[in-house]
């Protein structure tokens, strides 16, 4: 009897035999988050009787009140990510706040009467995917791609064009996803820790049983720690501005010029304290943490201090918007060969995810057909999408910028090559490096088109946004993975985001930037558009332009990015003591204390689980959630609480 038969005649806690025990088939259901062992075939069947059984296959998911409710809470949220976006370059994921916000407003509707019935938990999910969609995936390089040719052209794009660019380029990365997903969430079970994450919420919220309203305490009690936190952080100048003193960004502050002194601190080299980062740390585990670490330290204390007394046109730079031109081009090009590496290495597992389009080009003559394939995406949707996607974006390029059709082409396939990069790095770190995979596309055209700046920032826009729109789609789908969830319902969700995410987000920055005065000022720093002005600048003459060093970073990046993966491989049982190449290569282009706060969380998530193994199992997860979701909120209540009359001024006028 094969280890798969075996599995499905005695299914674990959470399978068929469990549900006919118990009318909620969630009350005693253990989420996958180690994910199965054995084959991709094994693998695919355990997913299949063990979580979707029972759940995905009954439970009411696509919804008309779940896409309608994604909508409006996803263009609301989208409205907060452009205005942080244009201050900080930075962006928050809008799911685990979506599911919150749903459950609480639905919970109050159906209370009041106003609903028949409450969502069920896979409603829900479908409705984060369609807030992601709206929220996040939709809007992300308008803040940098589009901010940054109206700071070069001092004029933005005509609205319809604008419209149809982030439509297509989104409707672009979402199809690329198609066949990622079951190679990366399927058969490589990568984490995505912000999937769990939200999966964690989400059976917090929906808990009955006993087990689950633990998890839902301890997410709860976590959640309203980590709110407050951030509001001892960032908040209490909102509250009284002479309170300002008092805040922990104030004393953290104040410490490290103390302790570290100025230098230092212009390298990034310095303490903060920010709680969801930790608990992403807590997400990725000790080998991730340590790696992040490593990158940070080699980076910042060793790289940069070098560079600042050997190199005259680095030699007065200070903080990270300034040094990270410099830095990027090594943590790039570690990330870029270490995830194609990963990839070549694990050729059949890529066969295999392709396998759905040759299915789907091929007629298969025996009739057969797989249980699972019955659920997954079609491959034919992956193929119309990028078909469709590329013919629009070529004729935009074209009619936009005079670009050859043939560069179009090239920067589609490159950007789906370079969106597994991000994904992969994703799936592994929870952070999508947009900004870096925009930057190897800007060094290819720079060298293809040299002096053409608005061909340089548009072809990278398509990398950019490709790698958005997938790493956020599989975010989402590793969440209905873990719960059971069907994940051709989970797509069709999404890709109905970017309908009102495309409108809303596009509207809300016109509204926002009118022109280009209103960028680079303390109203709007926008320092996403002044990395990719800056690129696009220096790579204007071509590769020549730039400098010795930044060509001994590419070089010396991609072979650590190279080496790493192959030791890992060869040296299968010394992997856990092996740097992973996403961490390193991530480090160089964030900030020293990010990789530090990352080694806290992986730190305290190693010594729960060696202190108290069963309780560590149990409640790691729910407080990492609780923790992300938290400061999620609070960071979103902040940046309402000190410009939501800003914004509402800005967009319904004076």
Known sequence: MSDEVKTASNPPPGGPATQKAHHDPYEEYELPIAGFKGTPEEIDRQWYEQCYLGRGDSIKQLTWRAVIMGWILGGILSLTNIYIGLKAGWGFGVAITACILSYAVWTGLFKLRFAKSQMTILENNCMQSTASAAGYSTGGTLVSAFAAYILLNNETLPLHLMLAWVFFIAVLGVTMAVPMKRQMINSEQLRFPSGIAAAETLRALHAKGEKGMRAARALGIWGILAALSALLTDGLRLIRPALESAQISTLAGRFSEKLLGPAWIGRTVTFTWDPVFIAAGMFVGMRVGISMLIGSITCWMIFIPWLQSHVPEAAGLQGFRQLVQWSLWAGTACMVTSGILAVALQWKSAVRAFRGLGDMLVKRGDGKKDDLAAIETPGSWFVAGQAISLVAIAYLAHVSFAMPYWQSALAVVMSFALALVACRVTGETDTTPVGAMGKITQLTFGALSPGNMNVNLMSANITAGCATSSADLLIDLKSGYLLGANPRKQFIAQFAGIFVGTVVTVFAFRILVPNASVLGTDQFPAPAAQTWKGVAEAMAKGLSTMHPVKVWCIVIGGLVGIILPLLSKFFPKKNKWIPSAAGVGLAWVFQWFYGLLFFLGALIGW????????????????????????????????????????????????
């Open 607 to 654: 010594y729960w689980q060696r202190r108290n193994s069963k309780q560590c199992e149990e409640y790691l997860f729910p407080v990492a959630s609780g923790v992300v979701a938290g400061g999620a909120l609070m960071g979103v209540v902040l940046v309402f609480w000190e410009s939501g009359a800003e914004i509402l001024k800005q967009m319904f006028g004076r």
